[in-house]
């Protein structure tokens, strides 16, 4: 009997059932594969190379951090340029207070990283017992035991469940389309979440909550969901009024992907206390990750144990932090978020045109450059496909066999099935290329119809 090719493979591949296709090239926003196809990459991974595949100006910086100063070991006793020039250009103006950043290579790692900063700041301050973190239902926050303990996604959970912390619980997500009940508008239906937070800070104690943690646009779970107006307000009210920390994990939402640099920006708010930041950072060229801390958090330790009591082998690597410098000052430089905005209204429009009117689709729904198309059985009346049927996987291979790579679904998260397709182009993405994305998917799409 012939082995597959995951049987001969040395990898572990996350998916055990076939052959991976072989990358052996790119060219701007496309992956050219061993066959000598191209793919156009219309999500860049998980909403990762937000600058494409090529930049030679990041190459260069990596080359000379190699020949610089390839690592040092973050203990405090050294540091090196790329590191600092880095939080320079991330905090330098102190947005929404944040005027830390602690660098780590994944996002999983910052979120972890985050929970913990939180429970050394309440042991700086004598409320240990602050240590119980409230997130929301369907969301996700990372692979590692911490930051999957705090997300709602129920299917990545459910065989680590005896791991999970105890100290953790959730309310419902901000995912108006799918939640809000019939003749409630916007106001009300924060308001009835709003309730919901309260009520379960005070069934667990105010004395006792930590911190609570949302992603400020949903990512892969729900599909770049926005947060309906008024809700993020009511949410820092909230941990304001009862001394608790807010998380805002912007992993995959954030560092210009929704039009500012940090997607907080649009709702109104100071920010956050914790910020949870990677995927964009760097581009892709190398993992890099962070977590951006308020200054009271910082003043804390500072007067406290004057010190972090978390650390990493890799945390800070220079030749990250150095990709990430270029990647940062690309797009500065070239107003990046200034093509974010204007692209973003570009592929809204070709989605609504082209997209909303076949068969299925329910949802359109993003800022700037972060859109999802969900799908239905029955959109009139909101009826889901059964998760067996894996609709949106269908979706993302027939888009692959086309030409196109995009973002499915990744698992069941919880009771509301959610079906639906990223669409998440690099920041540099023209309008003829959004037009061809848009046109690749309608294809597959109806090819789907057509089965």
Not at 240 to 267: F, N, P, R, S, V
Request: contains cysteine.
């Amino acid at each position: 009997m012939a082995r597959s090719f995951t049987d001969q493979s040395y990898i572990l591949h996350r998916r055990l059932g076939r052959k991976p296709d072989n990358v052996v090239g790119v060219k701007g926003i496309s992956l050219v594969l061993e066959s000598g196809r191209t793919m156009l990459d219309a999500t860049g991974g998980p909403s990762v190379s937000i600058l494409g595949h090529q930049q030679p100006k990041i190459t260069e910086a990596i080359v000379n951090q190699l020949n610089k100063v390839p690592y040092i070991y973050s203990d405090a006793r050294v540091t090196c340029e790329p590191n600092e020039e880095l939080a320079s250009l991330l905090l330098k103006d102190q947005p929404g207070g944040l005027s830390k950043v602690l660098f780590v290579n994944s996002g999983s790692e910052a979120v972890e990283a985050s929970i913990k900063l939180a429970t050394q700041y309440w042991n700086e301050r004598g409320m240990p017992s602050k240590v119980h973190i409230i997130g929301r239902k369907q969301s996700y926050h990372g692979n590692t035991i911490g930051a999957l303990s705090v997300s709602g996604h129920t299917s990545r959970r459910k065989i680590y469940l005896d791991w999970m912390c105890d100290n953790t619980s959730f309310v419902d997500p901000v995912y108006a389309f799918r939640c809000k009940k019939a003749g409630e508008t916007d106001s009300q239906y924060v308001q009835r979440l709003r309730d919901q937070l309260e009520a379960e800070i005070l069934k667990v104690g105010p004395e006792n909550v930590s911190a609570f943690i949302a992603e400020t646009v949903s990512g892969s779970t729900l599909g770049c969901v926005p947060p309906v107006a008024g809700y993020f307000k009511a949410v820092r009210e909230l941990c304001d009024k009862y001394d608790i920390l807010l998380i805002l994990d912007e992993i995959m939402c954030g560092m210009g992907k929704t039009g500012t640099m940090h997607a907080w920006e649009q709702e109104g708010i100071r920010g956050p206390d914790i910020q949870a930041i990677g995927k964009a950072l760097g581009a892709g060229f190398v993992p890099l990750s962070g977590v951006l801390l308020h200054q009271k958090i910082f003043d804390a330790l500072a007067a406290g144990s004057k010190g972090l009591l978390h650390g990493g082998t890799f945390q800070a690597h220079p030749i990250a932090t150095a990709a990430a410098v270029a990647a940062q000052k690309i797009i500065r430089e070239q107003n990046l978020l200034d093509n974010v905005v204007k692209m973003g209204v570009v592929l809204h429009r070709a989605l609504e045109d082209e997209i909303r009117p076949l068969p299925f689709v329910s949802d359109i729904r993003g800022r700037g450059l972060f859109w999802a198309v969900e799908f239905l059985l029955d959109p009139q009346n909101k009826v889901p496909f059964a998760p067996d049927a894996r609709y949106n996987n269908q979706v993302v291979d027939v888009a692959f066999k086309n030409g196109l790579y995009i973002l499915g679904t990744l698992g069941t998260a919880g009771d509301i099935h959610v079906d639906h397709v990223i669409i998440a182009p690099p920041y540099i993405v023209t309008v003829v290329e959004i037009y061809e994305i848009v046109r690749l998917l309608k294809a597959s799409l109806k090819e789907m119809r057509d089965c």
